[in-house]
């Protein structure tokens, strides 16, 4: 037992099993062989009447070790580790603290009692990794914490707090915050008179009739995932199964999705993530600077989404805007938005007085002065920018950090109008700022080294995903739209609908497809606005209204519920450019759509990683997810290019057309 992650001490007549296996104490083999000879040792053990479970660290047992998913199983596995600490005829006590996951979650069903710190998190996130509880988790929760608390685990994935935990029956007691281990101890010696007690041979409790509820009211959120519904069949098999068939088809289930292709995706992501929050070059020995102050410059829909980040992080903002109205505009939006939130109970009150509080509105650039970062909103026209970032170098203090929230222009141009480039890059938000997670970080030519560190770290504080991007015209995601936009484009003059466009991507698994997306964001943006001036589609529906929702209709009609239909009015002007551009009209199959529109998305993304424009292929994987809706369960488009085979992609470009990167050629052979 000594290089093992777990150790064992007795106390009276408690043997108390401890893992230390940072950082999340993950069950891999060594903490499982652990557990099974610390349990051993307490059951060989005469003057032992109970044991306690529990972990080292920041966090009781996050899971099963994911690392392990791909390589050759090494015994015992969990589930016999499980079933042997609930067949111990000496009371078994989960003491839980941080956050006890899947495998983690299942360990605590093994023991006969749970007792947690009032912070403790409870859950079984699985199907976030397109899994379920394998080891007992879908047939041991209906039995202790009840049908409705067991399929909302199971299918949704999101932990629930000790207190709920309690209420439901899933802990026994809760301890003192920083007596956990003591109090673990005591409550083990209380359990020694009642004994064991086998969650498998608890009956299952709630409302059967709750599954099918939960199902019809996730159906849309579930929709394209298959480990959602597996959750559900396995809850509901414990329903009508006695235990030992309810975990075989535990099993079988879990097994076809460790075996499939979306639970592969969504581990990717997983790791990915936390990844892409990794600087190449950049050492731990670089620290970054202190942000206790931001400013933003801009109270427009981005300059408040971005403010409410910070503010909600309890971070205090000062924002500028040029006149009084527009800062009122948008300072009374952000109130709104959280007072929005505080009616969806998803914040109390006070919390909006509280972030609210921390904002400063004010019509002067030079209150941005003692500012530790700096983020710059405003319209999309390079000479403004940098004029302003100009005056940002005679205000701001040394060393603040100096960001665009540009969506496309050059940072190395803007961090010229300054004396002090290596405090400038790009902290490009997407809209809705205060709602979407991903951050691209553009790494100017001139960035500082702790600048970069600096602001991937307030990234991580305000609950963004951020991911380093090179200065390219677009960064990674919106250079990878480009192809995709003027494709779909060009689909339209050859025959295609937008509606047929749009469904390949739907059916893809993509929220909606390049035309809806327009109409959302807006079919003007960008536009001159002169109605005369017509030179192509975009510049024809404008001129016709067409703007996209916010006026009613774009590319489509939409209904008061925003509903979308086609437009002959549309489909008229599509004909007309068609003809005019002497495209010839014809059947395009959806296959064809796939080939024009996500096989160009996928050679962008080799040609930005052979430009150095993004660290790494996950990297743009983690973008789409997060940025563009790209479905998780498909791993962002450098993953489903490898799944899809480059031999097939490589193919597929060269006969519309399109050049092929190298390094994708080189991949095909
Ligand atoms: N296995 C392996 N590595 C893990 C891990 C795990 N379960 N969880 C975290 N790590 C690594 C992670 O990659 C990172 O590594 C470091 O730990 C810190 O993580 C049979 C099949 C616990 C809430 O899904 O949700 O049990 O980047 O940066 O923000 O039914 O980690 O430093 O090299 O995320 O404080 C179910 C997954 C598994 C939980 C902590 N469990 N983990 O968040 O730190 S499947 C999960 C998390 C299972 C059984 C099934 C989070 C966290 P590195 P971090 P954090």
């Not at 912070?119 to 202790?144: D, F, H, M, N, Y």
């Not at 994935?157 to 007691?173: F, N």
């Not at 950049?282 to 620290?287: E, H, L, R, S, Y």
Request: glycine share 10%.
């Amino acid at each position: 037992m000594t290089d093992s992650p777990i150790s064992t001490r007795i106390d009276g007549d408690v043997l108390i099993i401890t893992s230390n296996n940072p950082p999340v104490n993950a069950l891999g083999a060594a903490v499982r062989i652990g557990l099974d000879a610390g349990l051993k040792e307490a059951l060989d053990n005469d003057a032992v009447q109970a044991v306690v479970v529990r972990c080292d660290g920041r966090t009781f047992f996050a899971g099963a070790d994911i690392t392990e998913f791909t390589k050759p199983p090494v015994e015992p596995m969990l589930n016999v580790v499980i079933d042997r600490f609930e067949a111990s005829p000496k009371p078994v006590i989960a003491a839980i603290h941080g956050t006890a996951l899947g495998g983690g979650c299942e360990v605590t069903l093994g023991c006969h009692y749970r007792i947690a710190v009032p912070s403790a998190k409870i859950g079984t996130p699985e199907v976030k990794l397109g899994l379920l509880p394998g080891a007992g988790g879908t047939q041991r929760l209906p039995r202790v914490a009840g049908i409705e608390t067991a399929v909302e685990m199971c299918a949704g994935g999101s932990p629930i707090s000790a207190s709920k935990a309690l209420e439901v029956g899933l802990v026994d007691k809760l301890a003192g915050e920083d007596s956990l281990e003591a109090d673990a101890i005591a409550f083990a010696r209380e359990c020694i008179a009642k004994g064991p007690r086998p969650s498998r041979e608890m009956p299952v409790k709630g409302d059967p009739a709750s599954i099918e509820a939960y199902a019809k009211a996730n159906a849309k959120k579930f929709r394209g995932f298959e480990a959602p519904a597996a959750n559900i069949a396995c809850v509901e098999a414990a329903t009508r199964l006695p235990f030992d068939e309810g975990i075989a088809f535990e099993r079988q289930n879990f097994m076809k999705l460790m075996m499939g292709a979306q639970s592969a995706a969504q581990r990717h992501i997983f790791f990915a993530e936390r990844q892409a929050a990794k600087i190449d070059g950049i050492g731990d020995d670089v620290n970054p600077r202190p942000v206790k102050k931001v400013g933003v410059i801009g109270a427009g829909t981005m300059g408040g989404g971005i403010s409410m980040n910070f503010l909600s992080a309890g971070i205090p903002v000062t924002i500028v805007e040029m006149k009084q109205d527009a800062l009122d505009r948008g300072t009374g939006v952000m109130r709104k938005n959280y007072e929005a939130s505080a009616a969806k109970g998803r914040l109390k009150p006070e919390q909006v007085e509280q972030a609210m509080g921390l904002l400063t509105p004010t019509l002067s650039l030079e209150d941005l002065a003692d500012c530790d970062l700096v983020i710059e909103a405003v319209f999309e026209q390079m000479e403004i920018k940098k004029e302003i970032f100009g005056k940002l170098d005679t205000i701001c203090k040394p060393g603040a950090i100096l960001a665009s929230n540009t969506s496309y222009l050059d940072i190395d141009e803007i961090a010229a109008s300054t004396s002090r480039p290596q405090d400038v890059l790009g902290m490009h938000f997407f809209s809705p700022a205060n709602v979407m997670k991903l951050l691209e970080v553009v790494r100017g030519d001139k960035t500082a080294p702790d600048a970069l560190v600096t602001a991937m770290g307030i990234a991580k504080k305000i609950g963004k995903v951020a991911v380093v991007a090179g200065v390219c015209h677009g960064f990674i995601g919106n250079r990878m739209l480009m192809p995709r936009q003027v494709e779909a484009m060009k689909l339209l003059m050859e025959g295609a609908t937008p509606a047929q466009v749009d469904k390949v991507h739907v059916d893809f698994g993509m929220p909606m497809g390049p035309f809806q997306m327009s109409d959302l964001a807006g079919v003007d943006i960008g536009w001159h606005r002169d109605p005369n001036l017509i030179e192509n589609v975009r510049d024809a529906l404008c001129a016709k209204g067409r703007w996209g929702q916010k006026t009613g209709k774009g590319f489509y009609d939409y209904d008061e519920k925003r509903t979308p239909s086609p437009s002959a009015e549309v489909q008229a002007i599509l004909d007309d450019f068609a003809a005019k551009s002497g495209a010839v009209k014809r059947e395009i199959s959806d296959e064809e759509i796939v080939e024009r529109t996500l096989y160009p998305m996928v050679n962008e993304g080799y040609l930005i990683l052979e430009e150095g424009k993004a660290q790494r292929a996950s990297d743009i994987d983690v973008v789409w997810i997060y940025g563009y809706g790209w479905p998780v369960y498909r791993g962002g488009p450098m993953f489903w290019g490898d799944l899809e085979g480059a031999k097939k992609i490589v193919a597929g470009l060269e006969k519309h057309g399109f050049a092929v990167a190298k390094s994708l050629k080189a991949k095909a052979g």
